[in-house]
């Protein structure tokens, strides 16, 4: 049978295109991320991200690079975001996420933080997962490692420098004041009414570990989750109706006395409006060295409470803290 030469060249081309996107797709560069939940192999520039983490997704809108999905309610502080991610669907919320949704929007990459760790199996067997957050014992390391990691698998390194090096500065004029400033802070969360002392090393230890305020407390171990707000586990032994032995109380807030008292509002976290701060100011406030002095400050709950580890959010820390205490203008 004889085979025309237009025949052959043609299959030739086709089969040469079928090799040339084969070597593309083994080339695919993939980068190992090492995180909280492990380790997680990504392709390099993935172009369908959906993020959970509060944090990273400002970090990606700071970065400028574009995201499928997320949360259902995005923070007013990311202008512009809804214009600059068009294909955006919402996806659940940073503790709860629609896998039907996450599956349907064929992810590359998904980035989740510590409240949805228990859903971290289902989701990394619809794309690779990655569970970012701060460490609180090395907060500031750690908070630099996630920016840079999501730089690195977008090639916007230099940009992320660049801001990772502006906050640096913020950080350095904040800490030139706190160095020679003897007054002792304290860092508290306010629920239903309670107040939860926060020490160094801690959720809220961003003020004494990264901007170097003095500590007005340092929780005992066996009491640091003392009258906080947190829940604790199952009722442990004993007999059916037993109760369980009460905790001992943690030390009120006029008996630490702070010379400043810092606020987290968590329902501004949840609902997004700030309460006023007289709302807020009860006997045990007003006992203090810190209201005496008018030393209070109200801090926004998005920004504290339910994010705090990307980029805007720790920029704003930096502000609270710097032009409540210090009127630093930056």
Do not use: C
């Not at 599956?103 to 067997?125: H, T």
């Not at 032994?237 to 702070?258: F, H, S, W």
């Not at 968590?266 to 100011?281: E, K, N, S, V, Y």
């Amino acid at each position: 049978m004889k085979i025309h030469k237009p025949l052959l060249k043609a299959a030739g081309l086709w089969l040469a295109a079928i090799f040339v996107l084969q070597q593309g797709t083994f080339a695919q560069e993939l980068i190992t991320i090492t995180h909280s939940g492990g380790e997680t192999k990504v392709a390099k520039n993935p172009k369908r991200v959906v993020v959970f983490d509060m944090g990273s997704l400002e970090t990606y809108h700071e970065l400028g690079i574009p995201v499928v999905g997320g949360p259902e309610k995005v923070p007013d502080y990311l202008a512009g975001f809804k214009e600059r991610n068009p294909e955006y669907q919402g996806t659940g919320s940073v503790a709860r996420a629609d896998l039907a949704i996450v599956e349907q929007l064929k992810p590359d990459l998904i980035i989740i933080g510590g409240r949805l760790r228990s859903v971290y199996d289902s989701l990394s067997a619809i794309a690779p997962t990655v569970l970012f957050g701060t460490d609180a014992n090395d907060y500031w390391p750690s908070f630099e490692k996630n920016v840079r990691t999501i730089a690195s698998l977008h090639g916007k390194e230099q940009l992320a420098e660049e801001k990772l090096a502006a906050l640096r500065k913020k950080v350095e004029l904040v800490q030139a004041k706190s160095k020679d400033d003897q007054g002792k802070a304290l860092f508290v969360l306010h629920v239903n009414e309670r107040f939860n002392p926060n020490g160094p090393k801690s959720r809220f230890g961003f003020g004494y570990d990264v901007l170097g305020l003095k500590a007005a407390y340092t929780p005992d171990p066996s009491t640091a989750d003392a009258g906080g707000p947190r829940g604790g586990g199952g009722t442990g032994a004993g007999t059916p109706g037993q109760q369980r032995p009460e905790r001992p109380q943690g030390p009120t807030l006029a008996q630490i006395d702070p010379d400043y008292l810092f606020i987290i509002d968590r329902a501004t976290g949840i609902q997004g409006t700030m309460p006023a701060l007289g709302d807020l100011l009860t006997d045990d406030v007003k006992a203090t060295k810190a209201y005496k002095n008018g030393k209070v400050f109200l801090l926004p709950g998005n920004i504290w409470y339910l994010s705090g580890g990307g980029l805007v959010s720790v920029d704003s820390k930096i502000t609270d803290i710097g032009e409540k205490l210090y009127r630093i203008k930056f």
